[in-house]
Nanobody, 123 residues
Framework: VPLVESGGGLVQPGGSLRLSCTAP????????IGWIRQAPGKEAEGVSC????????LYADSIKGRFTISRDNGENTVYLQMNRLKSADTAVYYC?????????????????RGQGTQVTVSS
């Protein structure tokens, strides 16, 4: 499954970024999609997850109230809107799936994930 992340970059503290996850040639509609992040020297963290049909979302406490996950099935894309970014949010962000329809929990290990997009929050 060719999961492809985009939208990362360098942003100042307090700024915003929107990450996108697409899958060229593959339909994401039926599957829950999660976002994981990995910072250098730190363990991976399950950031968010959105279920397929009902759109129910889960968020890590570290980003709750600042990040919003959403999906546009017509565009075959899952988004992670990140606001009020902090230096602690600096990491490589991956989208991932277990090919299940619902998010059962926030996970750090999925059956399949993309190559990641770098997010750097720095002044």
């Amino acid at each position: 499954v060719p999961l492809v992340e985009s939208g990362g970059g360098l942003v100042q503290p307090g700024g915003s970024l929107r990450l996108s996850c697409t899958a060229p040639g593959f339909t994401l509609d039926y599957y829950a999609i999660g976002w994981i992040r990995q910072a250098p020297g730190k363990e991976a963290e399950g950031v968010s997850c959105i279920s397929s049909f009902d759109g129910i979302a889960l968020y890590a406490d570290s980003i709750k109230g600042r990040f919003t996950i959403s999906r546009d099935n017509g565009e075959n894309t899952v988004y992670l809107q990140m606001n009020r970014l902090k230096s602690a949010d600096t990491a490589v962000y991956y989208c991932a799936t277990d090919f299940l329809s619902n998010c059962r929990s926030l996970k750090t290990s999925y059956e399949h994930r993309g190559q990641g997009t770098q997010v750097t929050v720095s002044s």
